[in-house]
């Protein structure tokens, strides 16, 4: 369906927070890509790959996307509760290529398939761009088009009307020429139920080396409608530090769609475990993500694994916090919310 067609209101993305039904990934497959293009072997990433996919799956089913070439290592490191579904696919991001499902009150579950180029075309997406309809194609769920070209971690949201995303993302004319803030919001607004955008810097100057070009995901992350969990940094000196600043004076600045001012809540990053050979590591602990009952949170080996996680356990009273080592994974960009994508429960709840 496109997006003329959606419609006016009903239709909303549930938090991460509410029940999901099942957790989406896509298996890292790809050698060339992380071997020469990230420095890392693809054995150690799948080792990665399966770790967090073994601990989501403590907590609620995971369906894993997995390219007919790859399936006997995935069946090798994916426990028999991890179903495998085979699609040919470019590469393992499933935040990103996968779709953001949202729901309607009279109508149920249906998803978004955001036009995907690889994150302004940094990479082969022949196969990905296509990635979300194929997946609502195989559930039998209604799969809405949109001309925006977007990402999952290009945005959070709330659920309760508030949608939080990085200007460096969406306005890079690698991904938007042309279209203004104004027609984002209207599009975020029919088809996620979205009542307020708040607009951050992200990463204009290109500081970190992300080829996401400074996705949310890595910046800030909801606990709560009101209260934010923002990455900071404790080198006070770096260049990434006056990213870190520039973002949060727009959080402390910007109020939610109810009108509340954010309670912020700092996780510090894993600056210890970067590999400064690296061309670039994901160091964020607030690149987590939100299972049932847990929280799956980015770990490194280091100490603050536990000052992070100590963190979220005060943020998600109730939540099991559960640390996932990530390293290898960590070289190509991303963490654990990266490479998840939630699909909810229906009838909602939670």
């Not at 973002?247 to 990053?269: I, M, P």
Request: proline share 6%; glycine share 10%; aromatic share 8%.
């Amino acid at each position: 369906m496109q997006q003329n067609e959606v419609q006016q209101s009903g239709w909303l993305m549930p938090a991460e927070w509410a029940k999901h039904a099942a957790t989406w990934m896509v298996w890292p497959h790809n050698q060339p890509l992380w071997e020469s293009g990230w420095g890392v072997k693809l054995p150690q990433v799948q080792e990665d790959f399966a770790r967090v996919a073994n601990a989501i799956a403590r907590f609620e089913p995971v369906k894993m996307v997995v390219d007919p070439s790859a399936l006997a290592r995935a069946r090798e490191l994916c426990g028999p509760n991890i179903e495998l579904l085979e699609l040919a696919v470019n590469d393992s991001w499933c935040r990103d290529s996968g779709p953001s499902f949202v729901c309607h009150p009279q109508l149920g579950l249906a998803g978004v398939s955001w036009r995907f180029n690889a994150w302004g075309g940094k990479s082969a997406h022949e196969l990905d761009e296509s990635l979300a309809r194929r997946v609502l194609n195989g559930l039998g769920l209604e799969c809405f088009g949109t001309p925006l070209s977007n990402e999952g971690g290009a945005i959070h949201v709330d659920g309760d009307g508030t949608l939080i995303t990085t200007e460096s993302v969406l306005l890079n004319p690698n991904r938007n020429p042309g279209m203004n803030k104004a027609e984002m919001e209207e599009i975020f607004s029919r088809l996620l139920g979205v009542k307020k955008t708040i607009w951050l810097p992200g990463d204009p100057d290109h500081v970190t080396g992300d080829m996401t070009d400074g996705h949310v995901d890595g910046v800030c992350a909801f606990a709560r409608p009101g209260a934010l969990l923002v990455d900071a940094t404790h080198d006070q000196a770096s260049v990434y530090a006056e990213v870190v600043r520039e973002n949060r004076r727009a959080l402390e600045l910007a109020s939610d769609a109810r009108g509340r001012q954010f309670e912020l809540l700092e996780l510090y990053e894993a600056s210890d475990a970067v590999d400064t050979e690296a061309e670039v590591f994901c160091a964020s602990y607030t690149n987590f993500y939100i299972a049932n009952g847990a929280v799956i949170m980015p770990a490194y080996g280091i100490a603050a694994d536990q000052e992070a996680a100590e963190v979220l356990r005060l943020a998600f009273p109730g939540r099991e916090i559960v640390p996932v080592q990530i390293n290898h994974l960590a070289h190509g960009g991303g963490g654990v919310h990266c490479i998840t994508q939630q699909q909810p429960a229906w009838p909602l709840k939670g």
